[in-house]
């Protein structure tokens, strides 16, 4: 895959972002750009700050209680954490896929994909029908629900039911999907599955993905960065990254000798 | 060898100690429920539920008007409790740590204590007193009160159980957080809150005390929350402490009728509705 045709504008920056557990701070000073229409891999130990960094992209952290967030997030050139931003409308622009798949329990598939759309007051039928259609298809999952799109989300398999999330995220149509390990609970069919999908949306959208799996950010990522304890070691092609990393740190981490 | 003799004597004496306590609970409950079952079956009849009370003296005559009574105040109650309930519940369970939250906790358990003849003074001094009547509106604050702490308790125990994952794909859809509660949390929740709101109203429905000088009862039909109202509870208790005959009859049947009403609602709570809840929400 050649890098030059990634375009280079810039539509999510992380500016000196921190994050606080209580006392504890989880996430320091990170730096970083994402171009538009890459997927960004984020890996590193656990515990190592990844997850809470993604969760602060879409101002998620900060509803459990006792956390706060410093720093600047930048989508499009505006600052998220600005006071006169709504979150939820932030929200509405940088999607999210969970590490466990999480459908409404009481939602049948269809309603699963639309209840975004639904509740921010668009009811057409049709024009539901058609965003549930294409999302569907974007998240890989048409061809097996299409024939029991009223049957409970939860009776689907895990693998199928982060797809459907995944198909949830899209409906809402924003530019930035944050993915927080969204295969570490599944089998590697159902893996290879979501990251063949992600292939796809990456078409319209700019993926950051949390992985353990270094394969897998190998396999699907422009851009990774290597967090440790909180902080981004490296961040850089994923080609550059996984073949030749500037920090030992890195090295060491990729090649198994730590972590 | 001694002394495994003993352990298995103490083990035994055990077992028909705990076995022994276990029936102790089980065999009143079987009293009361066969005592009424014979004394009640034997006392009912059709005008039973057709008729409204004889003048006295006369025999015959039946407690339509306490029957509708009962299920008027009791939904009167319902309908005053369940709203405000409800949301205490989801107030308790999504801002669980605020002091609001806390205070109110313990004034949802110090309530569930208060004595029910106590909760009867109070909506007779609140209702009864400023309207110059006794009614089957005060009868219903009565009673609400009855089953607020029940459905609060219930409610914030069961939306507690939502995972908090699934708040988080809510919030994760950019949807604000009234909408996820109300469309998401609650809409899942359907069944379970109704077996608590159930559990309440049977709860209340066998209630006497707070009615005795709030609904407090009449010998006619009526529809009107401002007039006095005749209830199951009131009218067995008035009924059972006449010296005529054929009113303790109709006292039996009255008990019966309640006591079937109110485990007919917990079972259908129990056992009907948590069935469906199994295939369906949280």
Redo the contacts between chains.
């Keep these: 895959m050649s890098k030059s045709e990634h375009s280079e504008k810039i539509i999510l920056e992380a500016k000196n972002v921190e994050a606080w557990f209580g006392d504890f701070q989880a996430v320091k000073g990170i730096n970083v750009q994402y171009s538009e229409r890459t997927i960004n891999a984020i890996i590193g130990p656990s515990g190592c700050g990844k997850s809470t960094y993604l969760r602060c992209l879409?101002r998620?952290h900060e509803?459990i209680?006792g956390t706060k967030v410093h720093g600047e997030v930048l989508l499009e050139g505006k600052n998220i954490y600005d006071k006169k931003i709504d979150v939820?409308?932030?929200?509405?622009?940088i999607?999210?896929v969970?590490q466990?798949p999480?459908p409404?329990?009481?939602?049948s598939i269809l309603d699963n994909v639309v209840?975004?759309l639904r509740?921010?007051g668009i009811t057409k039928r049709s024009t539901l029908m058609e965003v549930a259609e294409s999302c569907l298809r974007k998240a890989a999952l048409w061809e097996e629900v299409k024939d029991k799109l009223n049957s409970?989300g939860t009776s689907l398999s895990g693998g199928q039911q982060q797809r459907l999330?995944i198909a949830?995220?899209l409906a809402?149509n924003p530019p930035v999907l944050l993915m927080d390990e969204p295969t570490s609970a599944l089998d590697p069919i159902a893996t290879a599955k979501i990251e063949e999908l992600m292939n796809e949306i990456k078409l319209d959208y700019t993926v950051i993905i949390v992985t353990h799996n270094m394969q897998q950010a190998a396999r699907i990522s422009d851009y990774t960065s290597f967090f440790v304890y909180g902080k981004m070691i490296e961040h850089g092609l994923s080609s550059d990254i996984f073949t030749n990393p500037k920090e030992k740190q890195t090295e060491d981490y990729i090649s198994g000798r730590f972590g | 060898m001694n002394y495994r003799i003993i352990r298995k004597i103490k083990n035994a004496l055990f077992k028909f100690v705990i076995v022994l306590s276990a029936f102790m609970v089980l065999i009143p409950l079987f009293l009361i429920i066969q005592f009424v079952f014979v004394q009640g079956m034997g006392s009912l009849n059709l005008s039973f539920f057709t008729e409204i009370p004889k003048p006295v003296g006369e025999i015959g005559g039946g407690m339509k008007h306490a029957i509708l009574g009962t299920i008027y105040t009791v939904l009167l109650g319902a309908l005053m409790a369940v709203p405000i309930g409800i949301t205490c519940g989801v107030y308790l369970s999504e801002f669980r740590?605020s002091k609001l939250s806390k205070t109110l906790r313990l004034t949802v358990d110090l309530m569930s204590g208060i004595p029910s003849i106590v909760i009867g003074i109070f909506a007779y001094l609140m209702v009864v007193v400023p309207l110059k009547s006794f009614s089957a509106l005060a009868g219903g604050v009565a009673l609400a009160i009855i089953m607020l702490p029940i459905i609060i308790k219930t409610s914030e125990e069961i939306l507690k159980l939502v995972?908090d994952?699934?708040?988080?794909?809510?919030?994760?859809?950019?949807?604000?957080r009234w909408?996820i509660i109300f469309?998401?949390i609650l809409?899942?929740s359907?069944s379970n809150l109704l077996t608590g709101i159930i559990l309440a109203i049977s709860r209340a429905a066998g209630e006497t005390a707070p009615l005795l000088f709030t609904a407090f009862g009449n010998m006619y039909m009526n529809f009107n929350m401002k007039e006095p109202m005749a209830t199951l509870p009131v009218q067995i208790y008035t009924y059972a402490i006449s010296p005529f005959k054929d009113w303790q009859r109709q006292a039996w049947a009255g008990a019966f009728i309640l006591m079937v009403l109110i485990l007919a609602m917990n079972i259908f709570a129990r056992y009907v509705l948590t069935k469906i809840k199994d295939k369906?929400?949280?």
């Design positions: 879409n998620i509803e209680e939820v409308e932030v929200r509405k622009r999607g999210m969970f466990k999480n409404f329990p009481s939602m209840i975004g509740l921010q409970l999330c949830r995220a809402i | 740590k995972p994952h699934i708040r988080e794909a809510g919030l994760a859809l950019g949807l604000p909408k469309f998401i809409k899942g359907v369906k929400g949280f």
